[in-house]
């Protein structure tokens, strides 16, 4: 009879261990711009060149970014717009200039020569905010629509910070089609001071709790297991 529970116990616990993934295996496509192919999963360490280009002319808006347009002496065609699915901003004058996939530069220069149109001379700034999702262990997990200069670590600070058991050394980043794991527990961390980019999912892992969350448990099935063994015999 021992050797009967004995073998149920372990099939029990078989069936509660959890399942992992790997890092590697293909995440969900995500918005945003490739990831380097020399950068590695499971790797934090930051190529200098890829950390550099993440604020240059590369950089370009995707559908679900928003834009801050200031135009001088003009609150008329100022103000904060999305950019739609179609490429354009979700305004009524703006939907006629395309800029998403538009380096951020071109995009200013596009809207500026749009304006003169309506005055001389415009003046133009224009200031893009990235969609981001932070999840996973943090206080706020949420859509956040973030300025160009947000770094990862800001990212996360803006979710209200990680929750008491949330790993800062295994902290999940979906960009561009790969998936990183980035450890986050040193404040100069190369990954934690780079910029984030459109698209970017910033996921905090949560600490896992043998004792309460398998072990508790399993021994719950087993005792249950017994005493069904017991009422059989009887």
Not at 77 to 85: A, E, P, Q, Y
Not at 101 to 119: A, D, M, N, Y
Not at 151 to 170: N, T
Not at 199 to 218: A, K, L
Request: aromatic fraction near 6%; hydrophobic fraction near 45%; include cysteine.
């Amino acid at each position: 009879m021992r050797s009967i529970v004995c073998a149920a116990a372990l099939v029990v616990m078989a069936g509660c261990l959890p399942v992992t993934a790997e890092p590697g295996h293909t995440p969900p496509p995500v918005a945003g711009p490739a990831a380097p192919a020399a950068q590695a999963d499971g790797d934090s360490a930051l190529p200098a060149a890829y950390a550099a280009s993440a604020m240059d002319s590369n950089l370009v808006l995707k559908p679900g970014d928003k834009v801050h347009i200031s135009v001088w002496k003009d609150t008329t065609m100022s103000g904060d717009f999305v950019v739609g699915v179609n490429g354009a901003l979700l305004h009524p004058l703006y939907q006629s200039v395309p800029v998403a996939g538009v380096p951020i530069p071109e995009v200013q220069q596009r809207l500026q020569k749009f304006l003169t149109q309506f005055e001389s001379n415009p003046e133009v700034v224009v200031e893009p905010m990235f969609r981001v999702v932070v999840n996973g262990a943090v206080r706020t997990p949420q859509v956040y629509q973030l300025p160009r200069e947000t770094s990862i670590f800001m990212a996360i600070a803006e979710a209200g910070g990680p929750l008491p058991d949330g790993r800062m050394d295994k902290v999940r980043l979906w960009r561009g089609g790969r998936e990183y794991t980035l450890d986050l527990t040193h404040a100069d961390a190369a990954w934690g001071n780079s910029p984030v980019m459109s698209g970017d999912q910033i996921i905090v892992t949560q600490r896992s709790h043998f004792f309460r969350e398998i072990f508790v448990p399993v021994v719950g099935l087993v005792g249950a297991a017994a005493s069904i063994i017991n009422l059989i015999r009887r």
